[in-house]
């Protein structure tokens, strides 16, 4: 039975690599956070299936010890602070964790399992000011956020210890994934929420900011398979995954609205609070390399993605009312 150890196991990616691991008959180790709470929502329902085990990317030894003590074949770095709006706030925290904190966990592998597979969490941000589209493995960084730039940090840190100490670790650049897990700080959850909210009668709108920008979304429980078939690879490479199509912020509120019979002009108000000091204009992925390396394709598509989280959201007020 293999051992994966995950980082960011309470995140969305987390709990459906979880899930996916444990079906492949994976022994399943996750790090966790020390909190006065245990804000394990995600994976509670594997609670029973998975061993935790308290670390933190801020803390070197912690990490060395975690992997000492799982002896795992692969790593899955999930952990970050992953909110782009977030990392103009607290810019410094954001690169301890989402830059610094892959060097300290990268070393604590290189010292304790150098042999094991280290899966890298690098994302379609670090495109930032699109150098060509559709982007792809060859594509240039420009990122245009504190959370692009510690993105690229360790994307460039994960291939110098693949090239410098011989690890096998790779890095995967998705693009967008979300889920009725997402975060709902995250735009698609954000509408999806509010479209349910409104539905029934619990507001009559939702603050947003731009509605211009492009995003390539998937369905995060496909983008988990993309991860596991990347370290299955005999030489660790790097590889963009998305679906290779792109929407507004704006159709994905047309998209959200209208399948619960509403117009979204009528319940989104403009709000300049929302809008970044720089923002990624467009992504949109050319995934052809995954497909033909990986044999990997996403299979939920937007709209199904988009309906899925509103029915998700709907259900969970519902519920959440008859229990009052
Ligand atoms: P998420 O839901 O925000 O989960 C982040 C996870 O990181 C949580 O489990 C969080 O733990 C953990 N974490 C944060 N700081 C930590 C620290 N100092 N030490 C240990 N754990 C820490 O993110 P996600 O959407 O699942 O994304 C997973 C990874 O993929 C992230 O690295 C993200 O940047 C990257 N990514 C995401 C996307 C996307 O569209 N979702 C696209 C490209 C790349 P707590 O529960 O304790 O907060
Ligand atoms: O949903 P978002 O916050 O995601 P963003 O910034 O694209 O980042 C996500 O995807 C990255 C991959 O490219 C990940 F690396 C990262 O960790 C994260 O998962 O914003 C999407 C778009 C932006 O253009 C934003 O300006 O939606 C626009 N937007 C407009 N109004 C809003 C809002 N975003 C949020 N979160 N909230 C709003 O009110």
């Not at 992953?82 to 964790?97: D, N």
Request: proline share 5%; net charge neutral; with cysteine.
């Amino acid at each position: 039975m293999p051992t994966a150890l995950i980082t960011g196991i309470t995140g969305q990616d987390g709990s459906y690599l979880a899930e996916y691991l444990l079906a492949k008959g994976y022994r399943v180790v996750g790090i966790v956070r020390r909190s006065s709470t245990t804000p394990y929502d995600r994976i509670a329902h594997l609670i029973d299936r998975v061993e935790l085990v308290s670390a933190d990317l801020l803390d070197q030894t912690s990490l060395m010890d975690a992997i000492e003590d799982a002896k795992p074949d692969e790593i899955y770095n999930l952990a970050a602070q992953s909110f782009v709006a977030t990392s103009w706030t607290q810019p410094v925290l954001t690169g301890e964790f989402t830059a610094l904190g892959v060097t300290r966990l990268l070393e604590a592998m290189k010292r304790a399992a150098p042999k094991a597979r280290f899966y890298q969490a690098s994302s379609s941000e670090q495109f930032g000011m699109v150098r060509e589209t559709p982007q792809k493995e060859t594509t240039p960084f420009y990122p245009r956020s504190p959370y692009g730039v510690a993105k690229v940090y360790a994307h460039w840190i994960t291939v110098n210890y693949r090239e410098s100490f011989g690890l096998h670790a790779v890095s995967g650049i998705l693009f967008n994934h979300e889920s009725p897990r997402r975060g709902l700080e995250f735009v698609t959850r954000k509408v999806t929420d509010a479209v349910a909210r409104i539905a029934l009668g619990m507001t009559d709108h939702v603050e947003l900011g731009n509605l211009e920008s492009r995003r390539d979304w998937g369905f995060a429980g496909d983008y988990v398979d993309a991860m596991w078939r990347m370290l299955q690879q005999p030489t660790p490479d790097d590889y963009v995954i998305g679906t290779g199509k792109t929407w507004t912020v704006r159709e994905l509120c047309e998209e959200a609205f209208s399948y619960k019979g509403l117009d979204y002009k009528a319940h989104v108000r403009h709000s300049a609070k929302h809008v970044r000091p720089a923002e990624v204009d467009l992504l949109v992925a050319d995934p052809s390399r995954a497909k033909t390396e990986l044999g990997w394709e996403p299979k939920v598509e937007f709209r199904e993605l988009i309906r899925m989280m509103v029915d998700s959201d709907v259900a969970a007020h519902v519920n959440t009312r008859a229990a009052k």
